[in-house]
């Protein structure tokens, strides 16, 4: 039960109704608590909150029976025992940027002069200074001296504040292993910025297909919605990673079922190192030619020698599916194979043996 307040107090409680510009909070008491509609709506003048949300607030005083409440203190109308309490309190107010002056702006506060430096107008993207001049924003007063001559306000203080507020609901929505939907904000060489709720995830390159990618823009396109898995969540430094690889199937679950030791292929180079080149064989399947099998010298620059997307058939000489590895050596290509057999079927002996090139020569 809230009793004795004394203006200023912060509370939290749950909002019981909503009735045209007043916002009813439960007080636990004959006396509910109000608080100006007006507080709780968006830009485009959009109710943000409705009945059951629980909200925090400062208690302003009582009027005609009504315990009155505040988010922040409008810009006019506050007297000087209500601008020290929102001093003492941190509690948030309202001021008009009249004009820049040296060092920051000038700002009026229920008809007071205050200062906010540069340094503490706005949060980490900054706008010119020309940008805040003649707006109404929420300020926090840092510095409240000599009966209110002299004030000091933040701007910033308020935004870290609601920030912060922001990133502690998402760390309880986000979490390691969750699946969710963003969109693509922006692209980068090492990744994607996907947008989450107002958040950047990044998707890092290696996380977005099974394949190795070197072209983002073949994958994604910025606008485009995506749903990726969090693979890693760093609320402290702001840094969460998620993944479109993680959605897909692993291949490797019925690598045994696809491929076989001694069986050939022809696949393309995707990779090459100072000790081999990987061949792709599928979709998320390379396989490794070590250099000892290419018939070259060991100290050869193979990206010399070699081209990403090359033509290359091997034969899978072992298969390691726990480790992911399968190890294989050149061979001729499966097309040459066919045209030899082919040379081979068309130039039998009557008598059907099998062709012997030097009986061949003797017949001539």
């Known amino acids: 039960m809230f009793e004795k307040l004394t203006p200023g107090q912060e509370i939290e409680s749950t909002i019981v109704a909503i009735n045209g510009d007043t916002v009813f909070i439960d007080m636990n008491a004959k006396s ?26 400062f208690f302003l005083g009582e009027k005609n029976g009504e315990m009155r409440f505040t988010t922040k203190i409008a810009g006019h109308g506050a007297d000087d025992s209500l601008l020290e309490n ?27 002069r205050a200062f906010c430096p540069f340094s503490q ?28 001559k002299n004030i ?11 920030h912060q507020v922001q990133l502690n609901a998402l760390g309880q929505q986000i979490a390691a292993g969750s699946i969710v939907t963003g969109t693509v904000k922006s692209l ?13 995830a990044l998707l890092p390159i290696s996380e977005v297909a099974l394949d190795r990618v070197t072209d983002l823009s073949k ?16 609320w402290a430094h702001e840094k969460v990673s998620v993944s479109l690889k993680a959605l897909i199937a692993d291949p490797w679950q019925s690598v045994e079922n696809n491929f076989t030791k001694g069986q050939k292929i022809d696949g393309k180079i995707s990779r090459i190192t100072d000790f081999g080149v990987f061949i792709n064989l599928d979709k998320g399947i390379d396989g490794l030619v070590h250099i000892s099998a290419l018939g070259v010298d ?16 091997v034969v899978i000489k072992e298969i390691d599916v726990a480790n992911k590895r399968i ?17 081979f079927a068309s130039h039998n002996d009557d008598d059907g043996d099998t062709y012997n090139p030097f009986a061949a020569l003797l017949k001539k």
């Open 219 to 234: 994958y994604l396109q910025v606008g485009q919605e995506v749903t990726v898995k969090v693979i890693n969540t760093d």
């Open 32 to 57: 509910e608590g109000v608080v100006n509609s007006a507080e709780f709506t968006d830009q485009d003048g959009n109710l943000t909150v409705k009945e059951g949300d629980k909200i925090k607030a």
């Open 188 to 200: 980068q060489s090492f990744g994607a910025f996907v947008d989450i709720s107002g958040f950047q």
């Open 327 to 343: 190890s294989l050596v050149p061979s001729t290509s499966t097309e040459q194979d066919e045209n030899a057999n082919e040379y």
């Open 152 to 162: 000091l306000v933040s701007n910033r203080a308020v935004l870290e504040q609601e």
């Open 86 to 112: 929102a001093f003492k309190n941190h509690i948030p107010v309202e001021g008009h940027v009249e004009k820049e002056i040296k060092g920051g702006f000038e700002v009026s506060i229920s008809g007071k």
């Open 121 to 148: 107008m706005g949060f980490r993207q900054k706008e010119e200074a020309s940008y805040y001049i003649g707006r109404t924003l929420t300020f926090i007063i840092q510095e409240y001296k000599e009966n209110g």
């Open 298 to 313: 060991r100290n050869t620059n193979l990206k010399k020698k070699f081209s990403i997307g090359q033509e290359m058939s």
